[in-house]
């Protein structure tokens, strides 16, 4: 009896065979080429899904100085997903200059991503800063912010409105960097500025 008729006769088992062996040998160069397996950035034990009440939480940038503390009276993290949920957070964005105040703030919600580089405030957002030497307490209201805390900046396509002593300035979309003390306003705006004291 010939190979070929035997073949024929156990077709079937014979596909069987063929198809196994062509998945063995696609397995074998997808292992071979495929990408290396993303490294896992996380160090320490694998965190499980929680949730936390009044959580306080500290972020720290590479120098080792914070740069930004949260709060929340309800905190929620997800299993399988390292990103954190708050209801109600309060934040402070330290101001990393002597003598100048941090930014306090305020949110309906808000996420944090899973390194903590980013931070969503969702709904209304207040902010403000104390006054200090000669500049006035300033009060930032808007909506919506993306911010980003290890770099000090922030931004939203929300209205925005900024009072600071007696200048007002609102606008539709806002970019702010806190370090340099920068505010653009992208659209519709609109300004007042007292006079200056002689």
Same mark, same amino acid.
């Given at each position: 009896m010939s190979l070929r008729l035997w073949l024929r006769d156990r077709r079937? +088992? &014979?596909a069987t065979i063929a198809i196994a062996l062509a998945a063995g040998v696609a397995q074998i160069l997808l292992w071979w080429f495929g990408p290396a397996p993303r490294t896992n950035d996380f160090v320490g034990p694998p965190r499980s899904g929680y949730t936390?009440? =009044? &959580? %306080? /939480?500290?972020e720290f940038n590479a120098e080792g100085q914070p740069s930004f503390h949260l709060q929340s009276p309800h905190l929620e993290r %997800?299993? #399988?997903? =390292?990103?954190? $949920?708050?209801?109600? +957070?309060?934040?402070?964005?330290?101001a990393n200059q002597a003598g100048v105040p941090d930014w306090q703030g305020k !949110?309906? $919600? #808000?996420?944090?991503?899973? !390194? #903590?580089?980013?931070l969503k405030l969702q709904g209304p957002?207040? /902010?403000? %800063?104390a006054a200090f030497r000669d500049a006035p307490a300033a009060q930032i209201r808007t909506a919506d912010i993306t911010a980003w805390p290890k770099q000090n900046r922030l931004e939203t396509a929300a209205a925005a409105r /900024?009072?600071?002593g007696g200048t007002r300035i609102s606008g539709i979309g806002m970019r702010a960097d806190l370090n340099d003390k920068h505010l653009e306003l992208l659209d519709d705006v609109h &300004?007042?500025?007292p006079p200056r004291k002689r």
């Open positions: 079937l +088992p &014979a936390l009440t =009044d &959580a %306080r /939480m500290t %997800r299993e #399988g997903d =390292d990103s954190l $949920y708050l209801n109600s +957070p309060t934040f402070q964005l330290p !949110s309906l $919600y #808000g996420w944090v991503n899973k !390194s #903590g580089t980013e957002v207040d /902010m403000h %800063r /900024m009072v600071q &300004a007042t500025f």
